[in-house]
């Protein structure tokens, strides 16, 4: 069961009606509770709740949805509605049946859309966003800036960094890292374009037909580079996803894979700690043998 508030909720600001009896609990995140429940006249919807303060984590996220579907690149779910309900957060989009793997012929159509997706440019020029939003629970800073240089560097390494001090960790080489990172990423000719921000394999489904769908974006306007990077860190992605993708973007260096791929292996320190940490050194130093 789903509660009335949550149904009137529903009803009287979302225009939705739904068959409370039809709740499906969905598995896959760690951070809100999540259902799919059916409307009564089509379809369903998918419903994320949460402690109330978690209101800006789904506020951001619904902001990152609306970026992606105003492409109209990919296949994204609608987001509908973000509100405090009988004491709780509770974000409401189109629900979506999912299943992955999918065939090759879908695998390849993620990398035609996601490249589409990838030449969506900047509303002004600048690499950032609109609105700060989070990496799973982590904030994500995205304030505008001129550089892709300075933007990743400030907004990206320089904020784990930070947070990670706060836990009392401290890497050897941080700031040499930094300046060096610094120094390699202003050789390159960067424009920023529109990015999922979060693109691995948990956050990409199929429908049934074999449309792709990504979700659960942390998304902002920096080098298309990053997204592709992170889909190598754990996986999950064929080889006919990278050469429909590869047909119109090149592949990242090796070392600009390394580069990107830091800012993931810092936040995976700050949220789960582990083996994460030791990860991030060997990273930097390997990452310090080959620009420095």
Not at 91 to 99: H, N, Q, V
Not at 210 to 220: H, N, R, T
Not at 248 to 266: D, F, G, K, Q, W
Request: with cysteine; aromatic share 10%.
């Amino acid at each position: 069961m789903i509660s009335a508030t949550v149904v009137e909720w529903l009803g009287q600001e979302c225009g939705i009606s739904i068959d409370p009896h039809s709740v499906r609990p969905v598995s896959g995140g760690c951070m809100h509770e999540s259902v799919l429940v059916n409307r009564l006249d089509t379809g369903s919807v998918f419903l994320k709740q949460n402690d109330a303060d978690q209101r800006p984590v789904l506020e951001a996220e619904k902001a990152s949805l609306e970026l992606l579907k105003n492409s109209a690149t990919i296949r994204v779910p609608r987001p509908i509605a973000v509100g405090e309900v009988g004491g709780r957060a509770c974000f409401a989009m189109e629900g979506l049946t999912l299943k992955r793997p999918a065939g090759t012929a879908s695998e390849a159509e993620l990398g035609v859309k996601l490249a589409k997706l990838h030449k969506t440019p900047s509303p002004n020029g600048k690499f950032g966003a609109p609105f700060d939003n989070y990496i799973g629970a982590t904030p994500q800073p995205n304030g505008w800036r001129e550089s892709w240089a300075n933007f990743f560097v400030i907004e990206r390494l320089v904020a784990q960094f930070r947070l990670a001090e706060k836990r009392g960790r401290k890497w050897e080489n941080e700031e040499r890292a930094c300046e060096a990172i610094h120094a390699y990423l202003s050789t390159l000719n960067v424009t920023p374009r529109l990015l999922h921000g979060d693109l691995w394999n948990g956050n990409v489904g199929f429908l049934e037909d074999g449309e792709p769908v990504i979700f659960d974006p942390a998304s902002y306007f920096g080098d298309p580079e990053t997204d592709i990077a992170f889909t190598q860190m754990f996986g999950g992605f064929s080889p006919a996803f990278y050469e429909a993708y590869r047909a119109t973007h090149h592949a990242p260096e090796p070392v600009r894979t390394s580069i990107y791929n830091l800012y993931h292996l810092l936040n995976h320190w700050n949220l789960f700690g582990g083996n994460y940490g030791n990860s991030a050194e060997d990273s930097i130093r390997e990452i310090l043998r080959q620009i420095s």
